[in-house]
């Protein structure tokens, strides 16, 4: 019976945890939607996309050249996380991430076995830590042209 009792908390625990749904639109596109539970851990929201590249080098402890392909990633990525709130109706969510846009890619050396490639990345970071009450969004916008909407469902 103990453990009955123990099982039936559990459940009505978990099933009034309250979740963070996430809305991030990107100029006119249709947005994308996430849910996270809201806790104290991190949750890793990564958009980035994957890029490819070439790196040739002489080895010089060797004498020979070397050729590969490499990956870049471009994009935003952001962990969210609850943080302790003094008031017990609404949650302080923090916010920080990161957006990337590749600039160009430099070609530099040239060996015998490809182009040593260089790629220009320019970095952006964000932060916010916002108070958020259940069903009512929270607007953030990261550069310009990356809109999120934060809003806590019960």
Do not use: H, W
Request: net charge negative; with cysteine.
């Amino acid at each position: 019976m103990r453990l009955q009792a123990l099982i039936l908390s559990f459940v009505a625990g978990t099933a009034n945890a309250a979740s963070l749904e996430v809305a991030v639109s990107e100029g006119g596109n249709e947005p994308l939607k996430f849910s996270y539970p809201l806790t104290d851990d991190r949750q890793t929201l990564d958009l980035r996309d994957a890029g490819r590249y070439t790196v040739a080098i002489k080895d010089k402890a060797r004498g020979k050249e070397i050729c590969r392909e490499a990956e870049y990633r471009t994009g935003m990525v952001m962990t969210l996380r609850r943080v302790e709130s003094e008031d017990p109706d609404s949650y302080k969510v923090e916010v920080v991430g990161q957006v990337s846009n590749l600039k160009g890619i430099e070609s530099k050396e040239q060996l015998g076995c490809g182009v040593n490639m260089q790629p220009v990345i320019e970095n952006a970071a964000f932060s916010d830590t916002s108070v958020l009450v259940a069903g009512k969004p929270k607007v953030l916008v990261v550069d310009g042209k990356t809109t999120l909407l934060l809003t806590v469902k019960e």
